[in-house]
């Protein structure tokens, strides 16, 4: 499969394996048309999850990680893509509806915009909360202080 | 003293909006015949955070015409603890107990999920005694976790007889997980690489008296609501779900197997000891309330045959594999999943090579299920959002972690 993805796309794929399980690191403007064929051709018609790293020290700070899973074939590969800060990436709600809170979950703690995703909102903390919790640069016990005063009525904040 | 010309302007008033009233009635009228004045009325309202039947801090927001539901928008994190960041600042050893938290009527499930994860990146495997008694466990919580679920879920919808029925058994389980770690509910009976503890003195003695005790209790079950003439009203055709639509939502679990795939991580790819026990995997056809019910309860049969074969031969060994004791994976990526009672479960951790994880990514069942409420509701009755939402087994500490 990955020769054949290879082929066709050139030097934009690199196949891997760690401990027995597969990923593809892709550069980030094959994306959307790779998990396209993925499902379509490949049978990966169940994504399982979507996911960030963030490696602030790094260039393109973010690594967006789909995790895809073939019922036809028993078998998950990893799909990942670095991505900068600030850049935004493409939904994948059109290819699996599954995607619609997994994607609303990176933007909430990570802060990564998705574009063509139909209802981008926070999903877990409150609407008006500022930042994005999973971000290395956030600490422990950093909370948004105003969100807190206002809303909660705790002077301290925390 | 009573101002005449106020209440004569009220009344006028009143004639006024009367009349317009009127023709607006009529208005609609002339546009959509088949509906009344009253039905063409949308309201939205608020089902929770604080309502029973929500199974935890879970809000609804419907928009309803009469009964009928429209949408429904699902506002979650209301128990959001960031267990993912607090991985982060935690030893692999440390965040074993936090992972307990978040499905907390199966903890032994969620343990034994990261357990193995960070074996798979320590690259260990548990030796076969250990994995046989986690194979106990967490089959005696899917029992429990089931049980939890049939009482509650019997309750929401009216009968209020199993909740004393399977709260009382369930306790038969809590008491063994009481006997082997100390705790009842949020366990952490494994250890990264095995269990810590030995089975006490009369540990398989005790496991196989509960199978006889339980075994006829399921069908005590049954027989209260299989046949039920309300149960099978409120439930058959309510909350469908085709295969292709739970596939395409990332549904796993009972409801999948409702829905007539035959998948299931134990067997699709085995961890533990799973591959050594016979067992089969109950399915549906019609992927409704009914048919998840009737998984469920087969599934804790089959629960009960897993452990019935585990407990007969328990082999001899260690209970834990060499782990160091300052673990320091090599820098790298894993992801594992197991079939926990709610669906898939999955860890994915990413390892910089120190003793924390760089980090620990969650994929909790209950919040992906959860997102197949919305497709199920629409257009069924606001009793029906009950009794989905009940069905779909969800847990709001996995759910908003």
């Known amino acids: 499969m990955v020769t054949r993805l290879k082929g066709h796309y050139g030097s934009g794929i690199e196949a891997n394996s760690y401990l027995g399980q597969n990923f593809m690191a892709v550069d980030a403007s094959l994306i959307p048309e790779l998990l396209q064929v993925l499902r379509d051709q490949e049978q990966f018609d169940y994504l399982v999850d979507v996911t960030a790293v963030h490696y602030p020290q790094r260039e393109k700070q973010f690594d967006l990680v789909w995790i895809l899973y073939s019922f036809e074939r028993n078998e998950r590969i990893r799909v990942k893509t670095m991505i900068a800060d600030g850049a935004s990436a493409p939904s994948v709600v059109a290819i699996w509806p599954a995607a619609n809170w997994l994607e609303r979950e990176v933007y909430d703690m990570f802060g990564i915009q998705f574009d063509g995703h139909p209802d981008l909102k926070r999903i877990l903390l409150p609407d008006g909360w500022k930042g994005h919790p999973l971000r290395k640069d956030y600490g422990i016990i950093q909370q948004d202080q105003e969100w807190v005063q206002i809303n909660l009525g705790i002077e301290s904040g925390q | 003293m009573i101002d005449r010309t106020m209440i004569d302007r009220t009344v006028t008033d009143r004639t006024t909006t009367d009349q317009a009233m009127t023709d607006r009635t009529s208005h609609l009228e002339l546009e959509q015949h088949d509906k009344t004045f009253l039905d063409s009325n949308e309201l939205i309202i608020n089902m929770g955070p604080q309502h029973p039947a929500t199974h935890g801090v879970l809000r609804v927001i419907l928009k309803l015409d009469g009964e009928k539901v429209l949408g429904t928008e699902c506002v979650i994190g209301y128990l959001h603890r960031g267990v993912e960041k607090i991985a982060e600042h935690r030893t692999y050893s440390m965040f074993n107990p936090y992972v307990d938290r978040m499905d907390y009527v199966a903890a032994v499930s969620n343990g034994l999920g990261y357990c193995e994860a960070v074996e798979k990146l320590l690259n260990v495997e548990a030796p076969p005694r250990a994995r046989y008694i986690r194979v106990i466990l967490t089959e005696l919580n899917r029992l429990a976790s089931h049980m939890l679920w049939l009482g509650t879920h019997a309750l929401d919808i009216g009968a209020i007889t199993p909740l004393f029925y399977t709260f009382r058994d369930r306790e038969e389980v809590l008491k063994i997980f009481e006997k082997y770690c100390g705790a009842r509910l949020t366990t952490h009976a494994f250890r ?47 909350g469908k779900i085709s295969a292709k639509e739970c596939v395409a939502l990332g549904v796993t679990g009972p409801v999948l197997r409702a829905s007539g795939v035959k998948w299931d991580l134990r067997k699709a790819q085995p961890y533990a000891a799973y591959a050594d026990f016979d067992f089969e995997i109950p399915t549906g056809q019609n992927g409704d309330t009914y048919d998840r019910y009737l998984v469920r309860m087969q599934e804790m049969r089959q629960s ?34 197991i079939e926990a009672p709610k669906g898939e479960l999955g860890y994915f951790i990413v390892s910089d090579g120190s003793t924390q994880p760089y980090r620990v990514r969650v994929r909790p069942p209950s919040f992906v299920n959860l997102q197949a409420l919305d497709m199920m509701v629409r257009g069924a009755l606001v009793a029906d959002v009950i009794a989905v939402i009940g069905t779909l087994d969800i847990v709001l500490g996995e759910v908003d972690r």
């Open chain 2, 304 to 337: 009960l045959r897993i452990i019935d074969q585990a407990v007969g031969k328990i082999p001899e060994g260690p209970i834990i594999a060499k782990v160091p004791k300052v673990m320091k994976p090599a820098v790298g990526e894993i992801y594992h999943s």
């Open chain 2, 192 to 238: 990264i690489g095995g269990c810590l503890y030995e089975t006490y003195e009369g540990f398989e003695r005790e496991v196989k008296k509960f199978l006889d005790f339980v075994t006829p209790k399921i069908n005590e079950y049954e027989e209260l609501l299989t046949t039920n003439r309300i149960w099978v009203e409120r439930t058959k055709g309510v």
